[in-house]
Nanobody, 115 residues
Framework: QVQLVESGGGLVQAGGSLRLSCAAS????????MAWYRQAPGKQRELVAR???????NVADSVKGRFTISRDNAENTAYLQMSSLKPEDTAVYYC?????????WGQGTQVTVSS
C-alpha cells in the first residue's frame, strides 16, 4: 500500500523559509515522478514543482528562484525548500507520486504566510 506523508508546514512571516518533507512507503520515489501541488481556498490545485526519476526538475513560474524540489533516495523522501515566502504562497501543500498511470496523494500540510 502506497503512503505519502507530508510534514513541515506551519505559520511563517513573509520573507521566511520552510522545508516540506514527503516520506514515502510502498513506492520507490527515485523510480517515479514525484511532485508538489498546492491548493489555496477557493482556487484549483496547482502544480508547484516536479522531479522525475532521472532527476530532472521544474518549478512553476510563480515560485521560480524561491522554491527548490529535491529527493533523498536513501530516505525515500522528497523535499520542497521554500524561501522568500509570500502571503500568496498560503495554501495546503500536497505531495504527489505518479507510478505508471496511477496518482498517489498525501494528506496535505498547511502553509500560512503572514504579511
Amino acid at each position: 500500500q502506497v503512503q505519502l506523508v507530508e510534514s513541515g508546514g506551519g505559520l511563517v512571516q513573509a520573507g521566511g523559509s520552510l522545508r516540506l518533507s514527503c516520506a514515502a512507503s510502498g513506492i520507490i520515489l527515485r523510480f517515479n515522478t514525484m511532485a508538489w501541488y498546492r491548493q489555496a481556498p477557493g482556487k484549483q490545485r496547482e502544480l508547484v514543482a516536479r522531479i522525475t526519476s532521472s532527476g530532472y526538475t521544474n518549478v512553476a513560474d510563480s515560485v521560480k528562484g524561491r522554491f527548490t524540489i529535491s529527493r533523498d533516495n536513501a530516505e525515500n523522501t522528497a523535499y520542497l525548500q521554500m524561501s522568500s515566502l509570500k502571503p500568496e504562497d498560503t495554501a495546503v501543500y500536497y505531495c504527489n507520486a505518479l507510478q505508471g498511470w496511477t496518482n498517489y496523494w498525501g494528506q496535505g500540510t498547511q502553509v500560512t504566510v503572514s504579511s
